[in-house]
């Protein structure tokens, strides 16, 4: 009798909390993975494709989905380290295969330019451009929008008559930084 | 509260800031000489930007002469702030020059050749401040591009426009930075000025109180004001004790009225406005005389002068004229510091052509002995020995020891919960530590690349926000895309249903040709079955030699309907297409016709009818009975030369002819047993075609012929595949007729098997399992 009470009270209490946890899993349902989320807001978002994947959230669902973690050249290692904290991995050197060209000489922003002059209007620039910084039309002479411009670099190869070029960011008061070597630090031993 | 905070200030008590500093003051050295007024310089280098915000938008160009007090930007917004010409001249460039920035930067900067006249633009002096209403108060201010004079240059005229329920508007005379005497001297010399300058404020913001807050080290300044106010009950003079930094806006206030302002609030929250008191002199001048700020007093001081003096400079003098003025010592060998703002905020300039802005209260050109570190190339900074004297100093209540462990590590995260934000940039930290490191800078490098970072995080959000929608647009136009290509085709669709001459021309011709293969299909189907019930075998066969029929009269019939269409929709070549439409009309042979005359549309389903009729014509090679045919050839050939009537080009079919020709020679060397008759079609096609209406009396005679030739042909292929056939041929010489002739080949063909089938069975039947 004892033991059939033991049965019945713990077997409702086992479908008290079913009960409850079906009701939880149905009603505080997350769509999207929030990893995925949190990956894409540590890409720099330049859209460059420079990873293998057509953007940054593709790249991060493919991080939250198993692959390498240092394939974003725009990041650099900084991104990497960021990844490699969220997702609990070594953090790995980054993999140049990937990236385009050679590694820049120096990390300041660049971003596209057209040559004006030689534009032709194919609109072939337009079209490649992930984040919609270039304007014109047909026929016409396009332009970069450098305030829109993430400088990923996939406008360049699109252009038939070579007219868009990397340039780097003037320095301006509004963006230059503190330089540590015009104050002189020893490091000492 | 306001009450008893009055009640204090009336006493003489004050409350206290945490930290602070009392560095030697060397206010001395020109705190007791007048205000000089400098001769004119030859030029004036006036940067478009000289306050925090935007630059206004350029009025004058190149070669412009200007007169005194003439606007040379406009703002068009608020954040922008108009500058002036400080006397009159003649712009000789408007070109990028090193500006008063601790990068040593360049900016825009408008280059004023001085003409030495010194022409006024004409000015309305107002009389009377009743006069003005408060918006015209301000606009004055804005006009006249006055920006907070204390150091941070923040747009006079959005700090005065009227804001409800003030309680003090403090006016910050406490100078507390050494060396630097300005505002003192301001005060001494023009304190109704200044006062006037209070009074304006006053009818703008209408505060409860006016403190004007003025250190304890100025005391000529306390009475100049103190006199100045006697008379006026709301403002009160508040005599501070002297230390560094009193003059931060929110350590004065804490000073005043014991609240702190709380982290990332402004003072106006609590209802409490500042305004420095050359910033009250410039917003009188500009209210009452209508003169724009285009001056300013400028401490030039340091033991490395000769006459260190408080000067009015013009804004956009350069430095090396101001230097010069007051009598500089050169120093051997090595390049004189000059250090623009004062000893613990300022910074040192990269050229002496930086000239003077609105912000810019001090000039100091240290000694060696005076200021040992301005001259030292390398930093004696030496590891922190963690004594916790700069914490105790500071006036934000900050930990600078942790901050500077973080910022060397770059760890802004960290920075950030250390509240680098509220961090003032006083020094008081860097000038007590003993271990000389110079934690100032170190927080002005972090708090700049956090700047940067937000910056560059905001434009990734931006990147992010484009990226999606451009991705959103792409999927749009590609469902709409679709979209059209669905309308387009229901419209074709509806187009041809409509009653139209074009499209019931098209269809009846299309339902013409389906009814004829059908009522063949059933007349044979019925014979069929009638005849082969019995023997299953023959109904595959003839099973499979409806569908090729049905084929090849369905690749007919379209191909026919679309010249039809084509023909009637153009109406050209009258002679070409009367012809064409009137054979269509007589007799459904004629189908052959549009179907050759349109090589290329029907070309595909020629070649399977070729092809169908090429695999048949094997068959029939095979079989023996050649002669049973007989009856079935001749319907072929005079389908044939239908076929070839209608075509108008003798060249063409001359062509063809030739090509079977050759193909029939080369048959005939294979095929000896039917050479005669070979020879006697080849002759009798090339007649024929000559003749442009050759009839089928004529072919009737020759009716075995094409069928044998095409028989031949095939067999020729197959035992000996170097040799060419006809189609390969014609195609060499033309391809369009080359398919025509295929095809005529191949419907003479099926013709002949259909009969043949028809009327031997059972053959057929041994022939269909072969």
Known sequence: ?189 | MVESIIERITRGHFWDFHGGIHPPEQKFLTASKPIKQLTLPKQLIIPLQQHIGREGDLLVSIGDHVLKGQALTLGTNPMMVPIHAPTSGTISAIKLSVIAHPSGLSQLCIFLDVDGEDTWRKRDICPDLGLLSNSEIIEKISDAGIAGMGGAGFPTHIKVSSKPDINFLIINGAECEPYITADDLLMMEHSDAVVDGIKILDKLLKPAFILVAIEDNKPKAIKAIQQATANIEKIKVCVVPTKYPAGGEKQLIQILTGQEVASGRLPIHSGIVMQNVATCFAINEAVRHDTPLIRRVVTVTGQALDKPQNVWALLGTPINFLLEQCHVHAIENQKQPVIMGGPMMGFSVSSELVPIVKTSNCILVPSKVEMPSAFEKESKEVECIRCGQCSDVCPSQLLPQELQWSAKAKDYSQLEKLNLRDCIDCGACAYVCPSQIPLVHYYRIAKAEIREQQQLDLKAEKAKVRFEARKLRLEKEKIARQEKHKKAAAARKAAMNKATPEATGAKSAVAAALARVKAKKASQGLAQNRDNTPTSPADLSTDIADDQKSQVSAAIARAKAKKKLKAEAANKAPSSSESVSETLKSKPEKEQEAATQQPSVGDKKAKIAAAIAKAKAKKLAKSTEITESDKATVNCISEKAVVEKAVNTDDKKARVAAAIAKAKAKNKALAKANAKAVDEQSIETNESSADGNSNSTKTDGNSSQPSQVAQENTVANKTDNISSNPSLAGSKSNAAMDKKSKIAAAIAKAKAKKKLKEASSIEKTDQDSV
Request: charged content about 20%; glycine content about 8%.
């Open chain 1, 1 to 189: 009798m004892n033991i059939l009470l033991a049965i019945l009270v713990l077997g409702s209490i086992a479908a008290i909390f079913g009960a409850l946890l079906g009701f939880a899993s149905v009603r505080f349902k997350v769509d999207a993975d929030p990893i995925v989320d949190q990956l894409d807001a540590l890409l720099p978002q330049t859209q460059c494709g420079q990873c293998g994947y057509p953007g940054c959230k593709p790249y991060a669902q493919a991080v939250a989905d198993g692959e390498a973690i240092n394939k974003c050249a725009p990041g650099g290692e900084d991104t990497i380290k960021k990844i490699a904290a969220l997702m609990g991995v070594e953090v790995q050197p980054l993999d140049n295969s990937h990236a385009q060209g050679e590694t820049p000489k120096s990390n300041r922003p660049k971003v596209a330019f057209v040559i004006e002059e030689d534009c032709i209007g194919c609109t072939k620039c337009i079209q490649a451009c992930p984040v919609d910084a270039i304007i014109g039309a047909a026929k016409q002479m396009h332009t970069i929008i450098i305030d829109e411009c993430t400088g990923c670099d996939l406008c360049v190869a699109p252009c038939p008559v070579d007219c868009i070029e990397m340039r780097e960011l003037p320095d301006t008061i509004h963006n230059w930084q503190w330089d540590l070597t015009s104050i002189p630090v020893k490091q000492l031993d």
